[in-house]
């Protein structure tokens, strides 16, 4: 069974950097035909996209945060990392990373973490 | 961008009905489709998606619709277990994007 946990500061202060970290269990980040991605819910609000990665390396990023995103992954400890600079009190959400089954007429969110509470304050 | 607009925003049903939500594209969008429910404090699970293919372990009380830019996911009698926020989901263009959501809720 495939599991998804986030973890970083739940804290940011304001024109810092957002940093979050997923780490997968269950199966191999390299292996199938996946994305790993990572999604975002404000307070009371519908779920954002905000970007995703290949196991080669190759990203999409939604164009509304894409000069600020930076998703990354390092295969060799089965993670992959989210990075938002300039960060503002609008980035305050629950952040979700979450796996993309990628098939023939299927691209769809099949795993998600538990997401993780990041607040934007001094 | 894509963007998917749900109908209702929130309906009230009770346990035993049968519920209706439409996601509606901004333009077609080829059955490239997920549909994901979402219970409080917890996150998304998904029940379908190519727009009427149930995901494994969903009930078959879910079933999806649909073609062109106008979808819609049925849930042919309402359990309880079914109270929460559903959300659509286009996966057509390089950028996904969800509807904003529809709470059921109970009567």
């Known amino acids: 069974q495939v599991q998804l946990q986030e973890s970083g500061p739940g804290l940011v202060k304001p024109s810092q950097t957002l940093s979050l970290t997923c780490t997968v269990s269950?199966?191999?980040?390299?292996?199938?035909?996946?994305?790993w991605s990572w999604i975002r819910q404000p307070a009371g609000k519908g779920l954002e996209w905000i970007g995703r990665?290949?196991?080669?390396?190759?990203?999409n990023y939604n164009p509304s945060l894409k000069s600020r995103v930076t998703i990354s992954v390092d295969t060799s400890k089965n993670q992959f990392s989210l990075k938002l600079s300039s960060v503002t009190a609008a980035d305050t959400a629950v952040y979700y990373c979450?796996?993309?089954?990628?098939?023939?007429?299927?691209?769809?969110?099949?795993?998600w973490g538990q997401g993780t509470l990041v607040t934007v304050s001094s | 961008d894509i963007q998917m607009t749900q109908s209702p925003s929130s309906l009230s049903a009770s346990v035993g009905d049968r519920v209706t939500i439409t996601c509606r594209a901004s333009q077609g969008i080829s059955n490239s489709l997920a549909w994901y429910q979402q219970k409080p404090g917890k996150a998304p699970k998904l029940l379908l998606y190519?727009?009427?293919r149930l995901e494994s372990g969903v009930p078959s009380r879910f079933s999806g619709s649909g073609s062109g830019t106008d979808y819609t996911l049925t849930i042919s009698s309402l359990q309880p277990e079914d109270f929460a926020t559903y959300y659509c989901?286009?996966?057509?263009?390089?950028?996904?994007?969800f509807g904003q959501g529809t709470k059921v809720e109970i009567k």
């Open positions: 979450a796996r993309v089954v990628a098939a023939a007429g299927r691209v769809s969110f099949d795993y």
């Open positions: 190519a727009a009427s």
């Open positions: 989901q286009q996966y057509y263009s390089t950028l996904w994007t």
């Open positions: 269950g199966g191999s980040i390299s292996s199938g035909s996946y994305y």
């Open positions: 990665i290949y196991t080669s390396g190759s990203t």
